[in-house]
């Protein structure tokens, strides 16, 4: 039988980061509110001369090695915040990464949920032709309006996935739950550059979610809520996970305690607090955040992962730990990046925040501030320009 899963996988984020307590002193808020009610310290932040295509690019370098490169069938790049309404951001890596002609690219988008989509799809095609590799990003820059709630959950990271029929980290199962609802919880018009977002109503959303997406993976034949070893969610800030979890376990007749939800998805939360809301690599970062962190070894345990996002759609799927996955983590290079980043002051952050770039086709030069792998130059003639150092 084909096994289909996740063979490599790294994250990437943004130069800067902001920490919630100078937001907090800022705006007059207890700072326990965003430490304890959020669950969040800090949030990424992009320089000047970063997006979602440089980050993308940043996380999908290490894992694309030339022979790798080869047996790439394609790159489906997820995201909410695109730069484009035409081209895929996906296409601008071929230049970035060097990467072959042969590879079809696309940008799948739904919300928060649409890396989850693009998982799905990579591996319908893996199982078509087992012999091809697919390259599934989540790559976003979180931002809403600045002094309003959704200000502390902002920030920016990309996932790169690859996925084949030589799984390494994780093995999918086939069963998966979904959910669809029709709901005004959280847009972004095309001519608004920060979100909008009923936010009770969005937690809400989210938590119907967690209910409709696991009746439909029981109705399906799903495993029981015992077979798992350890539940992923998406994580807008990581409280909303636990708020998932509780949810989830007393949708199984369990009332767990604080105690017990805290300590059944801390592993999950590490890399989240410290990036801040990436929506669709939000879940996958969780994913990572686990396989790196957890104090257990999950070799041949089922994990539980569970993608929202607003609109709505959702899905629930699962899959195996492989044996051996602990040789072909990255986790010492995730914690560098977070400590690499360069903590910005409110003044900057409000600066970097309101920052807009010119739409009359004119030349324009982003100065250089990032020191990754790839820049966004600047702009000319309505076109972005990127840069492989
Ligand atoms: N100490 C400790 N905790 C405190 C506190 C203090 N001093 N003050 C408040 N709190 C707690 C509150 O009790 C509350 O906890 P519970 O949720 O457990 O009750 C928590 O901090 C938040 O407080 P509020 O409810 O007053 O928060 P708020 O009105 O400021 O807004 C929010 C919170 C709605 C999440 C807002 O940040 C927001 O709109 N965020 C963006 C939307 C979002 O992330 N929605 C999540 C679901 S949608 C999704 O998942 C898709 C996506 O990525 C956007």
Sequence with gaps: MLRIGIEDAAIATGHYFLPLSELADHNGIDVQKYYVGLGQEQFSWVAEDEDIVTMAASAAQPILAPEVKTELGSVLFATETGIDQSKSAGVYLQSLLDLPKNIRVIEVKQACYAAAAALQLACAMVAREPNKKVLVIG???????MGGTGEPTQGAAAVALLVSASPKLIEFDATTGVFTNDTMDFWRPNYSTTAHVDGKTSI???????KGVWQDYQAKGGAPYSDFARFCYHQPFT??????HRTLALENGIRLTSPQVEEQIASTTVYNRRLGNSYTASLFSALLSLLENDNQDLSGKRIGLLSFGSGSVAEFFSGIVCPGYQGHLRGKDHQQMLADRVQLTYEKYAELHE???????SRFQNPIVSTGAFRFAGLADHKRLYEAR
């Design 204 to 210: 809400s959303a989210y938590l119907d979610a967690v």
């Design 239 to 244: 409280k909303m996970a636990a708020k998932a």
């Design 355 to 361: 920052r807009s770039l010119p739409t009359d086709g």
């Design 139 to 145: 790559s976003d820059v979180a931002k809403y309006e």
